[in-house]
């Protein structure tokens, strides 16, 4: 864990949790590439997000776009650690969840600590993914996070996690803390999209307004500049509907249909992150994940999840759907607008078979769907920067004039109502990707059900097989290699060939950067580098292919399952009957947002983990060098032998070690 505590703290009381956003001075622009769109931003105070280095900018705005309702597109951009010209875009998916958390509890610069009761903090991330790349985190679609279309006044029912317009007054069976009033979004299902499509084209016009308003981070000045997307979860459908719809937008600019003012963005990889990509062909893993996993787990009844198999290909069933809705789109809704009533039936009754009869039956494990070594209720990722965003102190800082929601349900609605999910087959899309010499990576984590890493194999396995002749026999072809993320750790296995890779990694869940922050900070700066997934080393990718077992085999154990974590802000998920009860009767005393028995069972950080050092006195020469690099990449020249990240050198350590010892060998020289 890095050392650098950030020096601004936010105050906190449940008087302000019931806030109106505070005003805040914005910068607006009118974007050169379309003057309908406008930009407002500003620079967040340092420390807001606390990065490795102070001269590393920071914007955090909203580009607005006009249309039939209001649509104001909140983004965040982190610039690198050192000069790069990379830029990565992360999407969380949902759909309707917000890309914070990707940011704050996975892969960003920063995370939220606790310093004192009442008070907040951020402390840098080693592995953020600003070691690589300048990132853009975008919240969408519109209402998402801190994206908003009118700013509406609304009440929020912390015990369901609803929101009401207009304002209400508390419940009088329930305290008064667990019912707050603020300034949200309007509410209207209807002011946001509601395919992926709609969604894609819309951030594709807020790319538009960020890119021509910041162009020292835009390919349009420099052509060596790689845009990289990187989506997670209903990311498998984003990353792949996302990066057609701009690569077709490219085209048309190329053809004049679009004017020039608009920029290109060329899109030189694609990650998806435990991506749910196609029912169709995943869907059979759901009941196979509860059995014929490599924990050793049965999750539910064997004859239980023969009978969720079963039901996939039935008469009637979730295959039999969703090929009829599929060919309900293709004859009556070939764009996919999501406005065709009889199309959006037919596919919404694909996507709710599908759920429940083949996925739902895991439920019986009681177990989360996205950590199959967690029990229920699962707190993790830590939901503590909830309360930081909530904050009037944080909201004036990044100019917000909304309060945050994590997940909107309005847009899980409309999606829903389209029937989304199951709207179309995206395997040839990421195969036209390919072809157009883009390079994808599939990154899933072991322990993850939702969108479990034996379906995600089986999508690799058929995006190689629509690719051509060459990856259809090739990446089957390609063995696994291990994933060395430094001199002492495996971190999981990888198939690549050519520009397709797919990665198990080990030991994580659904969020794979929250469980194995190394690990996943190496796949993906390999993935944007083109370099070889499993070792970082340069290599010819038009036809390097790995060598190793045709089949991921490695097995483990479950860790004991975590004790839940009670988050005010998210009690629906992460509390059990008996906490809903205790908050419910005023039991317990609530400290930063988190449910205790007592206030003595609370701890406060008091002290953080200083950079570790090593001094070496040597005569007059004295040599300090932290153990931890906080820059850079690892390439791996042999292969180590263990699995654990505890108890080894670091590949830094190591490389300080060789230093250190070639220094006292100097010395030692001088001194005969």
Known sequence: MSSFLFLLFFAFSFAVLAQYPPASNLTIVTSPADSSITISYKSPPAGTCKTIFESQKQYTGWVHMPGNYSTNTFFWFIEARQPTTELTIWLNGGPGSSSMLGLFAENGPCEVIEVANGQFGTQARDWGWDRASNVLYIDQPNQVGFSYDTPTNCSLDLLTDSLYTPEQSPPASQPSMTFLNGTFSSLNKYNTANTSETSGMAIWHMLQGFLSSFPQYSPASNSSMGVHLFAESYGGKYGPVFATVWEQQNKLRLNGTLPNSTIDINLESVGIINGCVDDLIQGPYYPGMTQNNTFGLTAINPTRAQLALDSFSTSGGCKDLITQCRAAVAAQDPTNGGDVSSVNTLCASAYTICTDKVIAPYNDAGRSIYDIGHFLPDSFPPSTYLELLNTASFQEAIGSPVNFTTTNWQIVQAFTDTGDYERQTLVPDIAALLNAGIRVGFIYGDRDYICNWLGGEAISLAV????????????????????????????????????????????????????????????????????????????????FNTTGPLNATHTNTLPESPEATCYLRDIPESCTNDQKNMIINGQGVIINGVLYSSAADWEALTSVVPTKTITMSTGSVSVIMTTEAQTGLFTATVTPTGTEKNGGLSSFDFDCRLFLLSLLAIFASSNT
Do not use: K, W
């Open 464 to 543: 190689a097989a629509q690719t051509s002749p060459s990856y259809a026999s090739h990446f089957p072809a390609a063995g696994y290699a291990p994933i060395i993320v430094n001199t002492t750790y495996i971190g999981g296995v990888v198939r690549q060939y050519g520009n397709l890779s797919f990665s198990r990694i080990y030991d994580a869940g659904h969020s794979v950067p929250a469980y194995q922050g190394e690990t996943a900070f190496q796949v993906f700066a390999r993935i944007i580098m083109g370099t070889a997934v499993g070792s970082g080393q340069l290599i010819d990718i038009s036809n």
